[in-house]
């Protein structure tokens, strides 16, 4: 919630069966859910684990979702804060924002801690424009004092998602900070109809549902679009008094998500 900023530590029971797709993020992924279940493996013969890793790619690809499968595969809480929510903070409040986290996050630790939308604190200097330099400024160097401050054998590992890398401030990419960065793309054919299959699972479809020709019919979305898409046939079919959703509501909602994410692009770039 809003009063609080973050979330506090929940224990999550998404694992990496609810993530479809991302096949190459996930063998990365799962590299730091063993650092974080067998830290002494890893430090035995002197190496450092990292703090952190970057996820990088499109909104509504599955960042979140993977973030918390990790939580939930290495059976530690979960910490998160959207940098978005910092940005009308007064001055101050960001970065005690931060140092609270992180004190609550060591208390829990072995755990992790999820930063969404990092580029609105991260930003290098003079490219925001929504919130003051200087906040934005503390928030970032409290966020940078946190992650300096603790060793790498104190079982928290952040991360922080993004879709713009580029905007940010080398700051948080050197060594010991986000010094590795997952790509997560928007599914292929193949992914889309992995997807397709896990947002199917509650749904009560027809028998003759076509799931390879969905996945055909959606190029270009996103988990979050296809997960969208099996809600909304759900519900066209319902409206229609139907017992079973059918290809037809599946092609309906289809046209109403695209419809949807052409306005949202439109929004996004007038001038288009
Ligand atoms: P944003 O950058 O907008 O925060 P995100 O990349 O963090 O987006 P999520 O919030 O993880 O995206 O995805 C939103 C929802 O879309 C998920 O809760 C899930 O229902 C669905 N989804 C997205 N990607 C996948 C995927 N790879 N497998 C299964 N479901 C997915």
């Known amino acids: 919630s809003k009063a609080t900023l973050f979330d506090k530590g929940t224990r999550v029971n998404i694992t990496f069966n609810d993530v479809a797709g991302l096949d190459e993020a996930k063998v990365e992924v799962m590299e730091i859910v063993d650092f974080l279940k067998n830290p002494k493996k890893y430090t035995a013969l002197g190496g450092k684990i990292p703090k952190g890793a970057l996820l990088v790619g499109p909104p509504g690809t599955g960042k979140t979702l993977l973030a918390k499968a990790m939580a939930g595969e290495a059976q530690v809480p979960f910490f998160s804060m959207s940098g978005s929510d910092f940005v009308e903070l007064f001055v101050g409040v960001g970065a005690s924002r931060v140092r609270d986290l992180f004190k609550?996050?060591?208390?829990?630790?072995?755990?992790?801690?999820?930063?969404?939308?990092?580029?609105?604190?991260?930003?290098?200097?003079?490219?925001?424009?929504?919130?003051?330099?200087?906040?934005?400024?503390?928030?970032?160097?409290?966020?940078?004092?946190?992650?300096?401050?603790?060793?790498?054998?104190?079982?928290?590992?952040?991360?922080?998602?993004?879709?713009?890398?580029?905007?940010?401030?080398?700051?948080?990419?050197?060594?010991?900070?986000?010094?590795?960065?997952?790509?997560?793309?928007?599914?292929?054919?193949?992914?889309?109809?992995?997807?397709?299959?896990v947002h199917l699972k509650p749904i009560k479809t027809s028998p003759n549902l076509d799931i390879k020709k969905l996945a055909?019919?959606?190029?270009?979305?996103?988990?979050?679009?296809?997960?969208?898409?099996?809600?909304?046939?759900?519900?066209?079919?319902?409206?229609?008094?139907?017992?079973?959703?059918?290809?037809?509501?599946?092609?309906?909602?289809?046209?109403?998500?695209?419809?949807?994410?052409?306005?949202?692009?439109?929004?996004?770039?007038?001038?288009?």
């Open 216 to 272: 055909s019919m959606t190029p270009g979305f996103a988990g979050a679009d296809i997960a969208n898409v099996c809600n909304e046939a759900a519900l066209i079919a319902a409206r229609k008094g139907k017992n079973e959703v059918e290809m037809e509501d599946f092609n309906d909602a289809i046209d109403r998500v695209i419809g949807g994410l052409e306005k949202k692009n439109k929004i996004i770039s007038p001038e288009e």
């Open 104 to 197: 609550q996050a060591r208390e829990k630790a072995p755990c992790i801690i999820f930063i969404d939308e990092i580029d609105a604190i991260g930003r290098a200097r003079g490219k925001n424009v929504m919130m003051s330099n200087d906040e934005r400024e503390n928030t970032l160097n409290q966020l940078l004092v946190e992650m300096d401050g603790f060793g790498t054998d104190s079982g928290i590992i952040i991360l922080a998602a993004t879709n713009r890398p580029d905007v940010l401030d080398s700051a948080l990419l050197r060594p010991g900070r986000f010094d590795r960065q997952i790509s997560i793309d928007k599914p292929d054919l193949f992914g889309r109809e992995h997807i397709f299959n």
